[in-house]
């Protein structure tokens, strides 16, 4: 039995590990009993050559229900344990910890960045977190515990007869694997009491488990901000390169649903091509940044039988905007007969809401997709939750309701056509830009909307970009280069806050900022915006972080620069002295602007700075 229970969850430290196991009964160590490992390096595993969380974390719970049964059963026979294991919780809180939380939501579901083919709304991995919340006291494990708990009672609650699913995808099978695994947990809570743990808050726990990451072994990229988590998965297997966001809400992150269709899905959508199949294969397969809480991704799919070939990047924001980038060509003439761009897979389910009501430029409408209804519009919001941002294209529609593993869901397409046109190959498809928003308002998407702008024209040839503008007002730029050549200059451009200092060298003149981007083809640069010079001509760059600054100047007199910096603590404005020929390095501290000279290292507080909220 320790032999099994150690490769359950076995990893490949495990194979020089000198834990003596179970010491009260021998000196064997994990070594002795490991034969080989089950898990990748980075703790994830595969069932069915595919990586989801319900299969990642079933092995915990029946390793749990085993560690339940040998406690339950000696007890029931003997009145005492004659017999136990430490085995049987081998790697449990690595798995939890490098994976599990990781990959953690609101309401205590597990992200599947995949796709599904599990029941949606079913929350069986509930004894999972008893399993670590009786046998191992963990106290994130009882939070998510009880966030499952409430959303399994309020999915019975839409039911006459108190079935765990309204619309069971698998019939009684689903409904005995659920009726099971509470009955498991109750059981583990009589036998091993939790009346003595705190269960972890979300904001802590959300806080925990923000930074950006990637599974390697899988190739899924995920991180979590106050305002969402969000994921994308190049993921083999049952290949569906897909992704989505959703809120850190708990009643209000089930609006957008894992979904994957003709090999994409979320965010990606389709387009479809007479005469070819619809579908997508890896032709790079993620390019990653990861900043903090924040990474840009650029890939690659050829599409609907290679005929045509998506470049696209990503950059999930420190903030709440989600920005998507792309230019599509021909690898072939077609004729493409349709786009189902930008897709977010929304639900229409008794648990949340049976009809959505969509806000857009010139109104708003009630449905529940069943009939597909079209926007001429360039946003447009659901239930005054998701926003979604198009500049440059003006065209969305939401329909095609269905069944989607236990719950209904209706499709929202920020870029929709039904319109056919021919192309060559080599033609340019289509250079677009999407940006969307969790738990925004209505009239917050469209003031985002309103002062996004669009890079397309101020970019050379096959490279794109876009400016989007967050509910804080903080701006985020994502600039890609997809097929073009290694350098670009972005075109001058100011706000009103002034001309904006970017990550890579910014040359500023009479209020405005010309950028200088050097990339090889399948990068990015993803950039929060928060310094600003207000008055003077210098050569600037963002510092070691949003906030900070560098200065240069190359002139034989000194310059006297304006700046204003949104901070933690507000809007911050100063005036920094530029010796000549020197760099200064500005940056927040304690309200005001610092200024260090990083040649001649001196450092000084600048006169004239001030602070406002």
């Known amino acids: 039995l320790r032999r099994f229970a150690v490769n359950c969850y076995s990893q490949a430290d495990d194979a020089t590990d000198g834990t003596v196991i179970d010491p009260w009964y021998n000196v064997q160590t994990i070594k002795d009993l490991y034969v080989g490992k089950n898990l990748y390096d980075d703790y994830t595993l595969q069932n069915h ?29 003997y009145g005492a344990e004659k017999w136990k294991t430490n085995a049987l919780m081998h790697n449990n809180q690595k798995v939890m910890d490098n994976v599990l939380n990781k990959l953690a939501l609101a309401d205590g579901e597990l992200a599947m960045p995949n796709g599904n083919d599990w029941s949606l709304f079913l929350y069986d991995q509930i004894t999972s977190y008893s399993t670590m919340a009786c046998f191992l006291k963990d106290p994130n494990a009882l939070m998510l515990e009880n966030l499952a708990y409430k959303n399994i009672k309020a999915r019975q609650g839409t039911t006459k007869d108190g079935s765990w699913l309204l619309h069971p995808d698998a019939g009684a099978r689903r409904m005995g694997v659920e009726a099971h695994r509470v009955m498991m947990s109750w059981l583990m809570h009589e036998m091993a009491s ?37 994921c994308f998965s190049w993921s083999p297997g049952i290949s569906s390169y897909t992704g989505y966001f959703t809120q850190n809400c708990p009643d209000r992150n089930k609006i957008v649903v894992p ?52 470049h696209f990047a990503i950059y999930s924001t420190p903030g709440n905007a989600l920005v998507y980038i792309d230019l599509v060509t021909a690898d072939s003439a077609a004729t493409i007969t349709g786009s189902r761009g930008g897709l977010l897979a929304v639900s229409t389910d008794e648990l949340t809401k049976l009809q959505r009501t969509i806000y857009y430029q010139n109104g708003h409408c009630q449905t529940n997709g069943a009939s597909t209804v079209g ?31 236990s719950i209904y869901s209706t499709n929202f397409y920020p870029f929709y056509s039904s319109v056919r046109r021919s192309v ?117 760059q963002q510092g070691g972080d949003s906030t900070s600054t560098y200065l240069t100047n190359n002139a034989a007199s000194q310059k006297m620069v304006g700046l204003l910096v949104i901070a933690a603590q507000g809007k911050i404005t100063g ?38 909220l």
């Open 424 to 540: 060559d190959s080599g033609d340019v498809v289509d250079r677009r830009a999407l940006v969307y928003y969790s738990g925004a308002s209505a009239d917050q998407t469209r003031v985002c909307a309103e002062k996004s702008i669009l890079l397309t024209d101020s970019l050379p040839a096959g490279w794109n970009g876009v400016i989007a503008v967050d509910p804080d007002s903080v701006r985020y730029l994502l600039v890609s280069n997809f097929t073009g050549s290694t350098n670009a200059d972005m075109k001058a451009i100011g706000f009103e806050e002034g001309a904006p200092v970017f990550s890579v060298p910014t040359q500023i003149a009479a209020g405005k900022s010309v950028a200088h981007f050097l990339l090889e083809k399948s990068h990015s640069v993803g950039d929060a915006l928060r310094v600003f010079v207000t008055a003077g001509d210098i050569t600037a």
């Open 194 to 230: 939790t009346a003595d743990i705190t269960p972890a808050n979300w904001p802590g726990f959300r806080k925990k488990y923000e930074n950006a990451e990637v599974f390697a072994s899988q190739n899924i990229v995920r991180a979590n901000t106050k305002d969402r988590f969000t």
């Open 259 to 310: 979904y994957k269709a003709n090999n994409t899905g979320n965010i990606l959508g389709w387009y479809t091509v007479s005469g070819k199949r619809t579908n997508a294969t890896p032709v790079v397969s993620g390019i990653y940044n990861l900043k903090g809480n924040s990474y840009t991704m650029n890939g690659v799919v050829s599409t609907n039988d290679n005929s045509l070939k998506n």
């Open 375 to 405: 926007f001429a519009t360039s946003w447009a919001n659901i239930d005054n939750q998701i926003g979604v941002a198009t500049p440059g294209a003006d065209s969305m529609a939401f329909g095609d309701r269905a069944a989607n593993n």
């Open 575 to 612: 005036n920094i002295a530029v010796p000549p020929h020197s760099r200064v390095l500005v940056r927040v501290e304690d309200g005001v602007l610092v200024a260090t000279e990083v040649f001649p290292q001196r450092k000084r507080r600048s006169a004239g700075c001030t602070f406002r």
């Open 49 to 77: 050559n595919y990586f989801h969380t319900s299969y990642q974390n079933v092995v915990l719970q029946e390793l749990g229900e085993s560690f339940l049964a040998l406690k339950m059963f000696q007890k029931g026979l």
